[in-house]
T-cell receptor, first 117, second 114 residues
Framework: AQSVTQLDSQVPVFEEAPVELRCNYSSSVSVYLFWYVQYPNQGLQLLLKYLSGSTLVKGINGFEAEFNKSQTSFHLRKPSVHISDTAEYFCAVSDPVEVQGAQKLVFGQGTRLTINP | NAGVTQTPKFQVLKTGQSMTLQCAQDMNHEYMSWYRQDPGMGLRLIHYSVGAGITDQGEVPNGYNVSRSTTEDFPLRLLSAAPSQTSVYFC?????????????FGPGTRLTVT
């Protein structure tokens, strides 16, 4: 079965500093990869996704992620963070086995990003 | 569009009580799903539905029932609540549930079972 590991449960960063949130997944089979963000007391919303093509994916709010097949990683980066980026970030992989044509997302444990002034 | 809505936002139950968590979407999405979110464990899939009248189990289905009588609604029922079901529950939907589609999440229901 697929698994996703987010290597850091919490990441504190100063405002305007760069940040990288790490994500590794278990399967080397063709996968689709996602990053979702959860702001305090809200549901999850999609930041970006990788389906195919360029390994560097750009998302909303200045975030980007790089797909590395050989290292089975999909790390999320932002060159300069803002207070408003304080949130929990989830990496997810779409299980390649579909049942009744439906995708199943497998989520990582989440990384809480805290931006300090 | 309201997107995905969930009620209630908060609920406290005693062990053994039953209740239904409501989920509705107004985007005409075929695919709907329920997740639970626990600290340090991310989100885990409970049940999902690929259309009205069709449901299936996810990773952690025990203790939960679902049905899908309309495209818009996908309620989650706890028949006999247990403390292990204390969690935050999220409903999500996507257009057809195909691989690679974005899922849209509701704001969540925070459930405490004492």
């Amino acid at each position: 079965a697929q698994s996703v590991t987010q290597l850091d449960s919490q990441v504190p960063v100063f405002e305007e500093a760069p940040v990288e949130l790490r994500c590794n997944y278990s399967s080397s089979v063709s996968v689709y990869l996602f990053w979702y963000v959860q702001y305090p007391n809200q549901g999850l919303q999609l930041l970006l996704k990788y389906l195919s093509g360029s390994t560097l994916v750009k998302g909303i709010n200045g975030f980007e992620a790089e797909f590395n097949k050989s290292q089975t990683s999909f790390h999320l980066r932002k060159p300069s963070v803002h207070i408003s980026d304080t949130a929990e970030y989830f990496c997810a992989v779409s299980d390649p086995v579909e049942v009744q044509g439906a995708q199943k997302l497998v989520f990582g444990q989440g990384t809480r990003l805290t931006i300090n002034p | 569009n309201a997107g995905v809505t969930q009620t209630p936002k908060f609920q406290v139950l005693k062990t053994g009580q039953s209740m239904t968590l409501q989920c509705a979407q107004d985007m005409n999405h075929e695919y709907m799903s329920w997740y639970r979110q626990d600290p340090g464990m991310g989100l885990r899939l409970i049940h999902y539905s690929v259309g009205a009248g069709i449901t299936d189990q996810g990773e952690v289905p025990n203790g939960y029932n679902v049905s899908r009588s309309t495209t818009e609604d996908f309620p989650l029922r706890l028949l006999s609540a247990a403390p292990s079901q204390t969690s935050v529950y999220f409903c999500a939907s996507s257009y057809r549930g195909l691989r690679g589609e974005e899922q849209y999440f509701g704001p969540g229901t925070r459930l405490t079972v004492t």
